[in-house]
């Protein structure tokens, strides 16, 4: 909707550029117009008809000929320029313009204009031999060309305040434009992050099978390394077990022995003490049965 505005206001702004284009130039043709038939006023270089021409001129301009000129020369050449400046300086131009109906004002009411007195008509022939024009139909066309030029240059004033309008209208949619574009693009890489990071937090349906099946392969080798661990723990525990009992039984197979030893040993001892009970007895007999000769002295008290 905003693009449609935008086009519609910047076709608006190019038909109102080549309406001002187009005044611009009715103006300058004009002016151009109006210079040539000014020019009728001083051109004429013949000696006896410029004498003659010149009271005539200060009888219907009120003024002397060759001031009226300088002054005329002057407002022309602003005039110019205004029209060979940018449409910013129209209200110039418009201004110098009513300058020029200022200084023919004295022509534009002089009574002597339209005279039917003698001397006047004297007048107005000599004005009409250097101008080729009567007095009362120069001033009649002068007006009707200061008018013309002058409506033209109104209407171009007004369609240059509207032309800058357009362009501020056109500008002030480019400044949106440019403005909401950037909004748009910062408000497109926020939901391609976002978009982004919610890729990254979701997971696709294969990856997940895949991510299942890892688990469950991972939950499968992790089971089956338990088992293993199970069955090699029970394994170390029966060895541990077995070890122990065979600790146990050679310890017993040990002191079982050690018994048997000691139970010969004790049956060896007591095969000595009674070897040496026998030789005892023996000796002990004997002794009895030694004579009485052998017996020791009994010691002197």
């Given amino acids: ?63 002397e000929h060759q001031t009226f000129r300088s002054k005329m020369f002057h407002n022309m050449d602003q005039l110019r320029l205004q029209f060979e400046r940018e449409s910013l300086h129209k209200v110039n131009v418009k201004n110098c313009l009513e300058v020029l109906p200022t200084q023919f004002k004295e022509f534009f009411s002089s009574q002597g204009v339209n005279s039917l007195d003698h001397l006047h008509q004297c007048w107005q022939q000599d004005f009409k031999d250097y101008t080729y024009y009567e007095p009362k139909t120069y001033r009649r066309d002068l007006l009707k060309n200061m008018d013309i030029l002058e409506d033209f240059i109104d209407k171009s ?67 089956k390394n338990n088992i293993l661990e199970n069955a090699l723990s029970k394994s170390m525990n029966e060895t541990q077990m077995q070890m122990q009992e065979e600790k146990v039984n050679i310890g017993k197979a040990f002191d079982a022995g050690w018994v048997v030893i000691e139970n010969s040993g004790t049956k060896s001892d007591k095969q000595e003490t009674n070897s040496r009970s026998e030789n005892y007895t023996t000796h002990a007999v004997y002794a009895d049965i030694r004579p009485v000769n052998d017996q020791e002295p009994f010691a002197n008290v």
Avoid at 1 to 21: I, P
Avoid at 159 to 186: C, D, F, P, S, W
Wanted: proline fraction near 2%; aromatic fraction near 8%; include cysteine.
């Fill in 157 to 223: 004033v007004i369609k240059y305040g509207e032309l800058r309008m357009k362009e501020n209208e056109v500008n002030a949619l480019k400044k949106t434009g440019k403005q909401l574009n950037a909004e748009i693009l910062h408000e497109h890489k926020i939901e391609k992050s976002f978009n982004l990071q919610s890729k990254n937090v979701q997971i696709n349906p294969v990856q997940a099978v895949d991510a299942s099946l890892v688990v469950t392969k991972s939950s499968g080798i992790d089971s």
């Fill in 1 to 63: 909707m905003e693009s449609l505005n935008f086009n519609s206001q910047e076709r608006g702004l190019h038909q109102l550029q080549l309406v001002v284009k187009q005044l611009d130039s009715i103006c300058m043709t004009w002016f151009k117009q109006l210079e040539i038939y000014l020019s009728d006023l001083y051109h004429n270089n013949l000696s006896h008809d410029v004498d003659a021409f010149k009271p005539a001129f200060r009888t219907f301009f009120s003024e």
